[in-house]
């Protein structure tokens, strides 16, 4: 009866955790997510945790709810079984901003205020990002963001000053800014599609860039 009665109330724990937006932990302070996880206040990932989200989650986020990563986070998706960050109802959800170590692989991201934050050189790769007001925006750090497709936000990549971000293969399309570059800033951008953003494919306030190969319908505004 007692052991009963232990197992019970673990699992009413868990239950309330999950409640809270922080599924339950297991060994070695590693948290999973699968299924369906809804976050109704906002996340944090300490240090010292580290965050696997498998294929074919599907993440649903309360208006203006962030997550913030401080430890490690592994959100590999499946080209065929993507990861899903969606808001939850009809108002967007805030950011996923990173700070610690975190690899995002074939992740819908979607419906939210400013996509996807980065503080730390982390990698970006075959995500799909829509409808933010900057999809990714790069903060003093060096990202990895290749074959991706960015598209209906506000400014596709925001390279602000003293980033240096490697920008390779990706669709860049539908956005007011397919790509801003700030003062002091540094980024090396190859091989992408940039297409039918509205006022610029590029804006740039400096002339310390990289520009090669890439493929446009409308051009360049800045200084070179």
Known sequence: MKKSFIVLTMALMALIKFSLGKPTNSQ???IYWEGEVNLTKD???DKEDVLIIKPGTIIKIDREVCLQIYGELYAVGEKENPIIFMKSGEINWGKIEIRGNTTLKYCI??????GIECWESINITN???????????????????MNNTITNSTIGITCNPYS?????????????????????????????IIVKNRDYGIETRTDNFVLEDNYFL???KGKF
């Open 127 to 145: 995500c799909k990002i829509s409808s933010t007001l900057s999809a990714i925006g790069c903060y003093g750090s060096s990202p990895i963001i």
């Open 28 to 30: 070695d302070n590693t």
């Open 164 to 192: 240096s971000p490697e920008i390779y293969n990706n669709t860049i399309y539908g956005n007011i800014i397919g790509i801003l570059i700030e003062r002091t800033s540094s980024p090396v951008i190859r091989s992408n």
């Open 109 to 114: 991201i979607k419906d939210c205020y400013d």
């Open 43 to 45: 996340f944090t990932l």
């Open 218 to 220: 409308k051009m360049v």
